[in-house]
């Protein structure tokens, strides 16, 4: 679960929608 929630994770703050 650790692997899947950091994938999650990476791929919001990567998200250019998430810098606004």
Known sequence: M???TSDL???L???PS???
Do not use: D, H, I, K
């Open 2 to 4: 650790a692997t899947a």
């Open 9 to 11: 994770m990476s791929l």
């Open 13 to 15: 703050r990567a998200s």
């Open 18 to 20: 998430s810098r606004g």
